[in-house]
């Protein structure tokens, strides 16, 4: 294997991802998966972000919507996705990976604040850091949150791990013929209004240039092609 294609990557999971067929909770059998291809990228000396949707637990506005106040349904999916962060460090301490969780919302007794010079000095050591709580405002996605982190931590790439395996023309379940694009820029998937992250996150992965590789994390050692430059599912960029 020669050498990684970029040296710091901020990884996207989804929460939903986490939960693998049962679609809600944990799947330990996938998260143990993710956790090892997480080693196997660190091990080559790649530094490792990541963001973690809550999905499999709460969906802020989608599991609220007309029930609850728009800014307390954001709040609980908050909670969700540093329920998911913990889940996972747990997992990678036992793979003897050196791991930090950061929450956007303060809950000192369980994980660091976010502080971006910390979560850099965490990467530069080696460690992976786990960013949970989103941007710790509602209203924002977690999509946005891992393009913030990303633009923050000064990533060379954005790994966007989904449970679809690239960028479409079209729904491919419902559209049997949606073409699958190689490469797309992030003009073109705004006008279209493809469905790769939010019009927010999209525009703000375009201002700031970090190019967003999507693939699917059903084989989770796409995470180390991505990582190594692989063409593998659909490359977002200028």
């Not at 990976?97 to 303060?106: G, H, L, M, S, Y």
Request: glycine letters at 10%; proline letters at 3%; hydrophobic letters at 45%.
């Amino acid at each position: 294997m020669g050498d990684p294609a970029y040296k710091r990557v901020l990884l996207k999971i989804s929460g939903e991802a986490l939960a693998g067929d049962r679609k809600t909770g944990l799947d330990f059998a996938v998260m143990d998966k993710v956790c090892d291809a997480v080693k196997k990228c660190v091990d080559m000396g790649i530094q490792v972000g990541i963001v973690v949707g809550g999905g499999n637990f709460w969906r802020g506005v989608k599991d609220g919507g007309g029930r609850m106040e728009r800014t307390r349904a954001d709040h609980m999916g908050m909670l969700a996705t540093a329920m998911n962060c913990l889940a996972l460090a747990d997992l990678m301490e036992q793979k003897g990976i050196d791991v930090r969780v950061q929450t956007a919302i303060e809950m000192k007794e369980m994980a660091e604040p976010y502080i971006r010079l910390k979560a850099m000095s965490h990467l530069n050591k080696g460690r992976v850091v786990l960013f949970g709580c989103g941007t710790g405002s509602p209203y924002f996605s977690t999509d946005t949150a891992a393009v913030l982190r990303a633009a923050e931590i000064e990533a060379d790439a954005i790994l966007l791990a989904k449970n679809i395996d690239g960028v479409y023309s079209a729904d491919p379940k419902r559209d049997p013929l949606a073409v699958k694009f190689d490469a797309i820029s992030y003009d073109e998937v705004l006008s279209r209004h493809l469905s790769v992250m939010d019009s927010t996150a999209t525009s703000l992965s375009m201002d700031n240039n970090i190019p967003v590789i999507v693939f699917a994390l059903k084989d989770p050692d796409n995470i180390v092609r991505a990582a190594m430059g692989e063409k593998i599912g659909t490359t977002v960029r200028k």
